[in-house]
């Protein structure tokens, strides 16, 4: 079968590989629709870890993704709960189920956490095995396309039902990437009123306004705080950072009113600092979230309900042959793309 292969930094291959066999308690999933992460891209540009996963005792090179819908062609042994012909979406998440986190439910904060796709063979291929744990069933109004939104989803909703968010409630979130983007959905679908968002393009600004924000603010600009304070009379109630930078930070801080919340969605990839005396003296609060836990049902049916039209962050779909030019290089330079689906 055809997969996408990473072998190191910059070196994706899209190459004929074995197709993976079902070993007892495993599934094979036909890989329908896949999408292309920031940590894909991460991977891609700076490269993954050469350990092999303490869970998996697997190392690359790897096909990547972890976002991905299917139909199971195959179940091992020991499967009860699923068959052929299901159509189903992955939770890829690989935790132990032995530690701290995971004996109490918390296994997206396993300390051993990995994911399909970057720890073992992922969905960037004609076929993926998972573990029955991973798979979720689709409805059939749901199709393979969102199913493979679902786990991009999973990110922002997961984070907006962490958060303070109230119905009525005012909100910012800096960054409107994918995963900007779907938290503009989540938040809207959860009742915020005012939604703000604040990215340095304007393009991805124009899609923010087309799935619902009510502001859009230029990144570049030295009055952000003010006009979101002037918005809100004095704050919103969660500011939610999608961009993991110190100057969004910074301003996701200064927007939030007294006992506002900043939630943290973003990978933050070098340390940032925080103004302590402003987070005291509004009596703020600042959180993050760690990827998703006991959503992917919710997040299924928030799709089938109509409540959630995520097909709006697609910009493209594309083949599996064509990843690396019309996938990850795309993603690299044109700032217009959010979300790349491909099609093994
Ligand atoms: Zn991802
Ligand atoms: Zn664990």
């Not at 952000?224 to 110190?246: F, H, M, P, R």
């Amino acid at each position: 079968m055809k997969a996408a292969v990473w072998h190191g930094i910059k070196d994706l291959r899209v190459e004929e590989v074995n197709e993976p066999k079902v070993a007892s308690n495993q599934i094979k999933v036909k890989v329908e629709w896949a999408g292309i992460c920031g940590s894909d891209l991460h991977a891609y540009l700076h490269g993954l870890s050469m350990n092999a996963h303490p869970i998996t005792g697997e190392k690359p090179p790897f096909a990547l993704g972890h976002e991905f819908s299917g139909t199971i062609v195959e179940v091992g042994e020991g499967i009860t709960r699923h068959q052929i012909g299901e159509r189903v979406a992955i939770e890829p998440l690989i935790y132990c189920g032995d530690c701290y986190a995971c004996k109490r439910g918390f296994y997206n904060q396993c300390s051993q956490v990995g994911f399909v796709g970057l720890n073992r063979n992922g969905g960037f291929a004609e076929y993926a095995i998972v573990d029955e744990n991973m798979v979720h069933v689709l409805p059939d109004n749901v199709s393979f396309e969102e199913g493979a939104l679902v786990e991009p989803t999973a990110v922002s909703f997961y984070a907006v039902r962490e958060s303070k968010l109230k119905a009525g409630d005012s909100v910012a979130i800096f960054g409107a990437g994918p995963i900007g983007l779907l938290t503009l959905l989540s938040a809207k679908a959860a009742g915020a009123t005012q939604i703000i968002v604040v990215d340095l393009s304007e393009e991805r600004l124009k899609k923010a306004k087309e799935l619902g924000a009510t502001t859009i603010i230029e990144g570049n600009r030295d009055d952000i705080v003010d006009t979101i304070l002037n918005l809100t009379n004095g704050g919103v109630s969660v500011a939610y950072e999608c961009a993991g930078v110190q100057p969004t930070m910074t301003n996701a801080v200064a927007s939030v009113k007294q006992g506002g919340q900043v939630m943290a969605i973003a990978v933050f990839t070098k340390p940032v600092s925080i103004d302590m005396g402003q987070v005291m003296f509004k009596a703020a609060n600042v959180t993050s979230t760690l990827a998703y836990r006991h959503v992917f049902p919710e997040v299924i049916d928030m799709i089938s309900t109509g409540r959630l039209d995520v097909t709006k962050v697609i910009t493209k779909n594309i083949e599996l042959t064509d990843i690396v030019e019309e996938g990850f290089n795309q993603l690299t330079n044109d700032v217009k793309q959010a979300k790349i689906l491909v099609r093994p």
